[in-house]
């Protein structure tokens, strides 16, 4: 099984809005904190928000009132609702699973574009 499946990218107008979501084993969706980062072309990947197991949420300032992540236990998913999208948002999108004890353990998705443009 694929530890981490996205989709949801797309192309859309500023203003627009887009739904990422990010399907995710069980056992990775019960224990790891699972979250979005965004990648430009020639920079660092940025933390863009992530939920914990227990349900804590982060979101980077740049986000902040624009967009929600969620978790979807049923179908072991997590979400990130993307509204009121600058043309500043536009990035390659990866999902990430971590999980921290003796050791860390992380998972990536593939990845998929954003693109905020009219």
């Known amino acids: 099984q694929v530890p981490l499946v996205e989709s949801g990218g797309g192309l859309v107008q500023p203003g627009g809005s887009l739904r990422l979501s990010c399907a995710a084993s069980?056992?990775?969706?019960?224990?790891?904190?699972i979250g979005w980062y965004r990648q430009d072309p020639g920079k660092a990947r940025d933390l863009v928000a992530s939920?914990?197991?227990?349900?804590?949420?982060y979101y980077a300032d740049a986000v902040k009132g624009r967009f929600t992540i969620s978790r979807d236990n049923a179908k072991t998913t997590v979400y990130l609702q993307m509204n009121r999208l600058k043309p500043e948002d536009t990035a390659v999108y990866y999902c990430?699973?971590?999980?921290?004890?003796?050791?860390?353990?992380?998972?990536w998705g593939e990845g998929t574009q954003v693109t905020v443009s009219s």
């Open positions: 069980t056992r990775i969706f019960r224990s790891y904190t």
């Open positions: 990430h699973a971590g999980f921290s004890a003796s050791e860390i353990y992380e998972y």
């Open positions: 939920i914990s197991s227990a349900g804590s949420i």
